[in-house]
């Protein structure tokens, strides 16, 4: 009975789903496609995104006039992007991920627009409203991950994520390095110059929105719906005799998975938003703001293929670990990096993206190893909401941080959170290890 709001869904295309059931040559042919709807996609909504991370802080602090606040944009446009990953979450179980994506994407549009008008009326509680609509776009661009998934292969997933993140790179990278360019169209239309990158993200997010609205048929999730029912049905007996220590297994992967990307997102989020003003107050222009922020975003993104193929070759648990030292080597480059520096502060900031990009695409893979494809997408939903709260955490207090300390402290404190990342894996794989020693002795 809990599967039933699908039900529906599945049964409106008997003959569409039967038809991926039967072939498995079409379901990888549907796999691939959906790979390059979702590459399309998300270039357009790698360069709304970039519009909120490169300038939000700054808007806020011109309109507030002061830095210790400057940490909230972050934090409302995260926390928007939670309450979005729940929604989308929802909505893709329910109807799939077409109508789930494409709604989230155009939430985003809207709130880019309203930040617009916030800055032209100079409305700083506007602004504080849109950015929280705004963060829907953030949610959708980081969950059409899972959509590369659906029809993946166990051997397939990291690198399905990997695609639809490296995607995200080329207007990702692009939005930061337009900024002045965004900025000078936007004064000479009467707007406010910060406001000028969020034009840019109101047009990606709804032409992201587009492209999965009209595009992404029949809907991957609905047929690996379809096709998990006909094994089900197929291996009755078996799923009857699932032991206990599979289903721990599974929640114990949840749980490090989802540890695994909380803990690299508040470490990124932390040190990312507070950089721009840390530069800006040390007499860097948007120029040199905009190249940082680019080359971070780049470093979040650009690897994923390397990166994919490593965490499907040498392991999940094993990248996990490399994500932690690097976040860690990334938050002392920051603290010790002369504040005039933009070469130091470059690589520590693309050192802070590659750590992020390590933890994101391991505990992705993770989380879809451990979850069924029936239950999946509400699964993701809910972590990716865990995710977006620990963000706009990071995001909140690093202000405070930085106002009532230092960006150096910021920094350090961020890198050696990330090694916490250490002892959820060792408890991981001691835990699987005991499991397995359970098994053989039964």
């Not at 719906?225 to 197929?234: G, L, M, R």
């Not at 009755?236 to 909380?262: C, E, F, P, W, Y």
């Amino acid at each position: 009975m809990s599967h039933a709001p699908n039900a529906g869904a599945i049964k409106s295309q008997p003959s569409i789903a039967q038809r991926y059931i039967d072939s498995p040559e079409k379901q990888q042919r549907l796999y691939k496609r959906t790979l390059l709807i979702i590459v399309i996609s998300q270039i357009f909504g790698g360069a709304g995104l970039a519009a909120g991370v490169t300038v939000g802080a700054l808007l806020a602090q011109e309109m507030l006039g002061t830095e210790s606040y400057a940490g909230i944009p972050s934090a409302l446009l995260t926390l928007g992007s939670a309450v979005a990953a729940l929604l989308v979450g929802r909505f893709s179980h329910k109807s799939g991920r077409r109508l789930g994506l494409s709604a989230g994407f155009f939430a985003g549009g809207i709130g880019a627009i309203g930040v617009i008008l916030a800055a032209v009326m100079n409305n700083v509680w506007l602004l504080f409203a849109s950015l929280l609509v705004y963060g829907a776009g953030t949610a959708t661009n980081l969950q059409a991950r899972y959509a590369g998934t659906d029809l993946a292969q166990p051997t397939q997933r990291a690198k399905a994520v990997s695609v639809a993140m490296v995607s995200t790179t080329f207007g990702a990278v692009a939005g930061p390095n337009l900024v002045e360019v965004m900025g000078r169209f936007a004064t000479s239309l009467g707007i406010p110059a910060l406001a000028g990158p969020f034009i840019l993200g109101a047009a990606a997010f709804l032409l992201a929105g587009l492209v999965f609205l009209l595009f992404l048929r029949p809907d991957p999730l609905i047929i690996a719906k379809a096709i998990a029912e006909a094994q089900k049905a197929d291996q009755k007996d078996q799923a009857a005799t699932q032991s206990a220590s599979t289903l721990s297994g599974n929640k114990r992967g949840i749980i490090v998975g989802a540890t695994v990307m909380i803990l690299t997102q508040i470490v990124m989020v932390a040190i990312m938003t507070m950089t721009p003003v840390h530069m800006k107050h040390h007499g860097h222009g948007l120029g040199d703001v905009g190249l940082v922020i680019g080359i971070h975003i780049g470093a979040m993104y650009l690897p994923s293929l390397l990166t994919g193929a490593l965490v499907d070759k040498i392991g999940r648990m094993t990248m996990s670990y490399a994500s932690g030292g690097i976040l860690l080597a990334a938050g002392i480059t920051a603290a010790f990096a002369p504040a005039d520096s933009l070469p130091l502060l470059i690589t520590a900031l693309a050192l802070l993206g590659l750590g992020w990009n390590f933890g994101l695409i391991s505990g992705t893979a993770i989380i879809v190893d451990s979850t069924d494809p029936l239950t999946r997408a509400k699964t993701q939903g809910t972590i990716d909401v865990l995710i977006a709260l620990a963000g706009a955490s990071g995001g909140a207090l690093s202000g405070m941080v930085v106002a009532n300390s230092s960006f150096a402290t910021l920094a350090l404190g961020g890198g050696f959170l990330a090694l916490l990342l250490v002892p959820v894996v060792v408890w991981s794989r001691s835990s699987r290890k005991s499991s397995a020693s359970a098994q053989v002795s039964s």
